[in-house]
């Protein structure tokens, strides 16, 4: 668990400072754009396109209020993930369109709901470590 969250705040940094793969990849397509030069053949490929397909797109919004923040999905059958971790508790908002058959919102509540309670239990089994 420990080694996990680590390589999570270290990916965290990485993201937050501009330092994420995704950043990179879009500061390339927005100066060929810029220098009116063809698109490079890797934003053209199927696998780009999909690795830009986020299912699942989540954002903290760090509230020193008791507040629920929500956004929508961003493609047609994903989610909408928001969270606020508080002082003793984490607000959620969960959000997937009505229209598309393959998400519920309220599903992914539940497990999520459920997989905190499972490592809540670990958690409370497991001898504190001196971090």
């Not at 080694?3 to 995704?22: C, E, F, L, P, W």
């Not at 959620?92 to 997989?115: I, Q, R, Y």
């Amino acid at each position: 668990m420990e080694k996990a969250v680590k390589a999570h705040r270290s990916y965290t940094n990485m993201a937050i400072s501009g330092q994420a793969i995704d950043r990179h990849l879009l500061g390339l397509k927005l100066q060929a754009a810029e220098e009116k030069l063809s698109v490079p053949a890797i934003f053209r490929d199927p696998a780009y396109a999909k690795a830009l397909h986020y299912h699942l797109s989540t954002s903290q919004v760090p509230s020193k209020t008791d507040c629920v923040m929500c956004f929508g999905p961003v493609v047609p059958d994903g989610y909408g993930f928001c969270y606020n971790p508080m002082e003793d508790h984490i607000n959620f908002a969960v959000s997937s369109f009505n229209s598309c058959k393959e998400t519920d919102a309220g599903d992914l509540a539940g497990a999520v709901e459920e997989a905190l309670l499972d490592l809540r239990r670990l958690l409370e089994q497991t001898p504190r470590s001196k971090l």
